[in-house]
């Protein structure tokens, strides 16, 4: 059986003024994922979000969520019913956690009283909320700060504290706008292992990026946005193969003449991007590896230099990104 999607954004578009902001975008998103959009800054990804989840109406288009999931339907079929967000407002803000680009708890407020304050809005009973609050702040590692006021928080510590508010209700699916920039390599890496914790506890989740690189790991498909436009929709792997056309070939060896074996390299006239020397390694690149690597170790025998170490790579995905957005 084919898997149904849990939301269907059909053809939005959105304007402001004169200027259009997304275009005609159409994306399937399925229960269980973690779904990465990546484009530059301005490319139109929180704009996105905002429309998904009902906050902004588009002039075009609709974002439909799967109804038979969240409500009890009398209706026996195997067919997947659809609402859209627009017009069963009130299920999709029960359907949505967000946690947006800017802070949004209350910096006046103690950790725990911002959890309180956002699951009011929810209306949930007293006991929900209180027992939510609790696992929420087991799992996004703040029960020491519990009693903190939130203005006084780490940088890493206000992010968390952003995402336990969007995750109060329980959402069906959580909606994160660049939840890890500016932070350090280290707090990042802390922020994407609790990503993945609320993953696996059931939740779908849609994250914007603006580095590939940093999506790669850990989300199960990519959508690449430029200019208010899905360019494409691919797992990472798929999207390193498909548009890394050129491997990159790094060596070492001694004696290390490198400029000579360049020079020789680009004699033989195979396909080379481009070589560099970079620290103590010369980098190829090349769409035909194969033929390269016959030809260098050919060529190294020939100059007498002693092959030291080999690494055959794609680019990294961020190199990719740049090529992809054309900046
Ligand atoms: N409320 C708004 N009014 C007018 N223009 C906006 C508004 N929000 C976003 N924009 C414009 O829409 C474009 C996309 O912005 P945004 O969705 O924030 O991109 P991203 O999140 O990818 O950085 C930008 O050119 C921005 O200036
Ligand atoms: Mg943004």
Redo the contacts with the bound molecule.
């Keep these: 059986m084919q898997r149904a999607p849990i939301l269907r954004i059909q053809h939005l578009t959105k304007r402001?003024?004169k200027?259009t902001?997304l275009k005609r975008v159409s994306l399937d998103i399925y229960e269980g994922e973690i779904f990465g959009l990546v484009?530059v800054?301005?490319?139109?990804?929180?704009?996105?979000l905002r429309n998904l989840i009902g906050y902004l109406a588009p002039e075009e288009g609709d974002v439909k969520f799967r109804y038979d999931y969240f409500v009890k339907t009398k209706r026996k079929t195997n067919k997947p019913l659809y609402a859209s967000v627009y017009k069963q407002q009130k299920l999709a803000r029960n359907l949505f956690g967000f946690g947006s680009q800017e802070p949004s708890f209350y910096k006046k407020l103690t950790v725990r009283e911002n959890l309180n304050y956002f699951g009011s809005l929810y209306n949930l009973p007293k006991k929900a909320l209180e027992s939510n609050a609790t696992i929420l702040l087991t799992l996004m590692d703040l029960r020491q700060a519990q009693n903190t006021l939130a203005g006084d928080l780490s940088g890493g510590m206000e992010r968390r504290l952003d995402i336990a508010c969007a995750l109060i209700h329980d959402p069906e699916i959580l909606i994160l706008d660049e939840p890890t920039s500016d932070l350090d390599p280290l707090l990042r890496d802390h922020i994407w292992s609790l990503v993945q914790k609320i993953n696996k506890k059931g939740t779908t989740i849609i994250i914007?990026s603006h580095h590939l690189s940093e999506v790669e790991n850990f989300c199960s498909r990519i959508a690449i946005?430029k200019d208010g436009r899905i360019l494409d929709v691919a797992s990472p792997a798929r999207l390193k193969t498909k548009y890394a056309e050129s491997q990159e070939i790094r060596i070492q060896t001694y004696p290390g003449s490198y400029a000579n074996i360049a020079r020789a390299i680009k004699k033989l006239g195979t396909r080379v991007f481009d070589i560099r020397i970079k620290g103590s390694e010369l980098i190829i690149y090349s769409d035909q590896p194969q033929i390269v690597l016959h030809e260098l170790l050919h060529t190294l025998e020939t100059l007498k230099e002693e092959l030291l170490d080999i690494k055959v790579s794609r680019p990294g995905l961020d190199e990719l990104f740049l090529r992809i957005t054309g900046k």
């Design positions: 402001f003024g200027q902001v484009g800054s301005g490319s139109g990804k929180t704009t996105l914007a946005v």
